[in-house]
């Protein structure tokens, strides 16, 4: 299809302004980071910085606890996804079956956290799992288990402890956008699996799960990106530690940048987590859009 | 009769895992807003107190100096600014993309989509650079641009999948009548899409009511946003609960509040339309 000239000026007009505000804050931000990643300097001195070539990207496979970070942010991403994903779809399940208007009382119900700022649900959990007047360890001692569990408080637990507080968070998502994928399942399918005589687990794998891949596909790609940018929730509850047990990439680039005044080497950091990220999740992406159009 | 035993019990097992499940989700929010009215020596019993006299101290405490109230300000000039900003150009944008056929649309949409893979802290950092060069270090430009460049991409997404929803002949009756295409756009177009925008504007609300990376580093003393001021609340060494409760609950409840009524929109708008609520 050909356009009048006077047309596509007209579209033109009407995309720019979008387009210019990302180029502005998201794409030239991305280009200059690329260049600053090649010097030392703090914040606020971009003009006496120093030119090191690469050095702030080999620095980072030396550097013990970027390497640890990586980790860290992978396990994090791997296991909050997986618990989220999980039981998201087991309770959009359960959900499915009961009538109409009960349902949708429980899903204005359970998708309360999804409007919690970070910062809150950081301070909420905080308060829970104080080791002394929380609630988390008023009922481990009731089962004299307090001793077993470190909480924010140690290496060992702290990170489980974040994820069971992301979980409590972003779990409503996955089980909202799962509802709406399954409504979209004609009932006729399930009914000729029942006269098939299928059970609840054969009808589940064999047909609900296939029909609505798409719709997982979409939401592992939407949690997976988020998880794997994790900022805020580490940042509210431990701020990476104890003993950098929860120093996610994006919390380790953060702190180098305004705690360390090591601004190249946290774009460097912050550039490699877009990479891996990127080769991640960039082959979902794909399959997502190319699901979209057939 | 032992089929109707095994179905009872499976009515009664997924009765107590529902009932289990909003309780979990609940109670860490019941308790923060329980908090919030408690007194200083109740606030730390063993165990929970579920009963007590309450008390409006604590939120004396956060508007004292008049912290919350700044915040609270700061945060709805930003929130409001970046979200019509957000809906205005992207609404646009959308409109300018599907309704004249133009073939690199797709390719656009794509790069939109791509605002998914930027983490925020790789966008904050040369973004405070820039900005601090600029001069503009602690006004409401940083967080304001941040926010609408973060929002744009989605609302965009999400105006398209509203714009595949308006009949065609709608649009084309309206200009054998003589609209233009912009006319036709403000006066037929727009009524249809109205709802859908509406939804779009309180989720890019909310998105940059609860924001803190940016506002983190691009705010100062005089623009610190809600959560920004929370994190200062709950950073100093000592947390004072009272407080901190009372200025996060000031600061969730009218977004669960609002929640309620989009409902129908939040799987919708948070998937950018490619699901329908």
């Known amino acids: 299809m050909t356009l009048k000239p006077a047309r596509s000026y007209l579209a033109g007009f009407l995309v720019l302004p979008a387009v210019a505000v990302v180029v502005l804050a998201m794409i030239v931000p ?40 990586l980790g860290i942010t992978l396990i994090f991403t791997v296991a909050a996804l997986t618990l989220e994903l999980g039981i998201g779809i087991g309770m959009a399940v359960l959900l499915s079956g009961l009538p109409a208007r ?29 080791p ?10 009731a089962f004299g288990l307090e001793h077993r569990f470190g909480g924010l408080s140690e290496p060992g637990s702290a990170l489980f402890s974040i994820i069971v507080a992301d979980v409590w968070q972003t779990t409503p998502f996955i089980l909202l956008v799962i509802t709406s994928g399954l409504a979209t399942v004609p009932h006729e399918v399930y009914e000729s699996a029942k006269m098939d005589g299928a059970g609840f687990w054969r009808t589940m794998i064999r047909i609900t799960l296939p029909m609505i891949g798409r719709v997982i596909l979409l939401v592992t790609l939407i949690r997976g990106t988020d998880a794997f940018r994790v900022f805020d929730i580490i940042y509210a509850l431990t701020g990476g530690g104890p003993a950098n047990s929860t120093m996610s990439l994006s919390i380790y680039a953060f702190k180098q940048g305004f705690q360390q005044y090591e601004m190249g080497y946290a774009m460097a950091i912050s550039l490699l987590t877009m990479l891996v990220l990127v080769i991640l999740f960039a082959p979902l992406v794909r399959k997502s859009t190319y699901m979209e159009r057939s | ?27 860490p929010i019941l308790m923060v807003v329980l908090t919030s009215f408690k007194k200083q020596k109740d606030i730390f019993t063993v165990p929970v107190k579920w009963l007590f006299v309450p008390t409006l101290d604590n939120y004396g405490k956060a508007f004292a100096n008049g912290d919350f109230g700044a915040y609270f300000l700061n945060s709805a000039v930003v929130a409001a600014v970046s979200s019509l900003l957000s809906v205005g150009l992207g609404a646009l944008c959308a409109y300018g993309l599907t309704a004249f056929g133009i073939r690199s649309a797709g390719l656009l949409t794509n790069f939109f989509m791509l605002g998914k893979l930027v983490p925020a802290v790789t966008m904050l950092l040369p973004l405070f650079v820039m900005i601090h060069a600029a001069g503009l270090l602690g006004t409401y430009v940083g967080p304001v641009l941040a926010h609408t460049a973060v929002n744009l991409p989605f609302v965009v997404w999400l105006a398209i999948s509203f714009l595949k929803d308006v009949p065609p002949e709608l649009e084309q009756a309206a200009q054998i009548d003589g609209c233009s295409k912009m006319q036709a756009f403000w006066r037929i177009v727009m009524p249809v899409i109205l709802p ?35 994190s200062r609340f709950v950073g100093s060494v000592s947390v004072d609960w009272g407080k901190s409760s009372a200025a996060a609950t000031m600061t969730m409840m009218p977004i669960i509040v609002i929640g309620f009524f989009i409902q129908k929109y939040l799987a919708e708008g948070t998937t950018g339309g490619a699901v329908k609520g």
């Open chain 1, 102 to 130: 009960l349902s949708k009382l429980l899903r204005a119900i359970y998708s309360m956290p999804l409007l919690v700022s970070p910062i809150i649900v950081g301070l909420i959990w905080r308060y829970l799992y104080d």
């Open chain 1, 30 to 69: 991305l280009g200059y980071a690329l260049v600053m990643s090649l010097f030392d300097f703090g914040p606020g001195q971009e003009s006496s910085g120093v030119f090191v070539g690469l050095r702030n990207y080999v620095a980072f496979f030396h550097d013990r606890v970027a390497l640890g970070s």
């Open chain 2, 196 to 230: 859908g925008l509406t939804a779009a504007f309180i989720l890019s609300m909310q998105y940059s009511w609860n924001e803190l990376v940016f506002s983190l580093q691009l705010t100062n003393m005089d623009t610190y946003t809600l959560p920004v001021g929370i």
């Open chain 2, 1 to 27: 009769m032992n089929r109707m035993t095994t179905k009872t019990a499976r009515t009664g097992v997924k009765g107590l895992i529902l009932v289990a499940f909003a309780l979990w989700t609940v109670i």
């Open chain 1, 132 to 141: 002394t007047f929380g609630l988390v360890y008023q009922w481990l001692r």
